[in-house]
T-cell receptor
Framework: GNSVTQMEGPVTLSEEAFLTINCTYT??????LFWYVQYPGEGLQLLLKATKADDKGSNKGFEATYRKETTSFHLEKGSVQVSDSAVYFCAQHGSGNTGKLIFGQGTTLQVKP | DGGITQSPKYLFRKEGQNVTLSCEQN?????MYWYRQDPGQGLRLIYYSQIVNDFQKGDIAEGYSVSREKKESFPLTVTSAQKNPTAFYLC????????????FGDGTRLSIL
């Protein structure tokens, strides 16, 4: 069945370092892909999305490109800040037209000053 | 501002007691969802509803019940049959069609006394 796999965390970086969080998916067809961010004690916020192959989603300095050849949607940021410390979830749209999403297990990012 | 409101933020349950978590949205979304999040884990779907007066079980529906009498509201009842209810519960809504992201509330943390 459809699934999403993220790199395990925690990922610990120093401020201004380059960030990559890997995400791969399995699916029939070409589902929309999403990155969400969750700050401590809060719900999830949509960070960016891509709806078709080769689309690049971007927001707040984060980017991710929909790669159908490698079935990947890796999240990147050129220079992280302490305020980026959070849990990041990759998700794909499920099959059918229900609006259901399939989430990865989440990756914790810790940025140290 | 449009959004999703979950209440209460913290909830305590005694053994053998049912408790109801509230979720209200003013985004005019057709679809609503309930997720459970355990520490260090991803989101697991409990129930979802694509339209008023209709809902479907998700992956972990046992011990939970829902209703969808109004478009804006999707309350979740955690029954005494749910033996391990301590978790963070997240409600979400969306337009319910393919490619649309889900919007999340800030969650309710349920604990057992």
């Amino acid at each position: 069945g459809n699934s999403v796999t993220q790199m395990e965390g925690p990922v610990t970086l120093s401020e201004e370092a380059f960030l990559t969080i890997n995400c791969t998916y399995t699916a029939t067809g070409y589902p929309s892909l999403f990155w969400y961010v969750q700050y401590p004690g809060e719900g999830l916020q949509l960070l960016l999305k891509a709806t078709k192959a080769d689309d690049k989603g971007s927001n707040k300095g984060f980017e991710a490109t929909y790669r159908k050849e490698t079935t990947s949607f890796h999240l990147e940021k050129g220079s992280v800040q302490v305020s980026d410390s959070a849990v990041y979830f990759c998700a794909q749209h499920g099959s059918g037209n229900t609006g259901k999403l399939i989430f990865g297990q989440g990756t914790t990012l810790q940025v140290k000053p | 501002d449009g959004g999703i409101t979950q209440s209460p933020k913290y909830l305590f349950r005694k053994e053998g007691q049912n408790v109801t978590l509230s979720c209200e949205q003013n985004l005019n979304h057709d679809a609503m969802y309930w997720y459970r999040q355990d520490p260090g884990q991803g989101l697991r779907l409990i129930y979802y509803s694509q339209i008023v007066n209709d809902f479907q079980k998700g992956d972990i529906a046992e011990g939970y019940s829902v209703s969808r009498e109004k478009k804006e509201s999707f309350p979740l009842t955690v029954t005494s049959a749910q033996k391990n209810p301590t978790a963070f519960y997240l409600c979400a809504s969306s337009l319910g069609t393919a490619n649309q992201p889900q919007h999340f509330g800030d969650g309710t943390r349920l604990s057992i006394l």
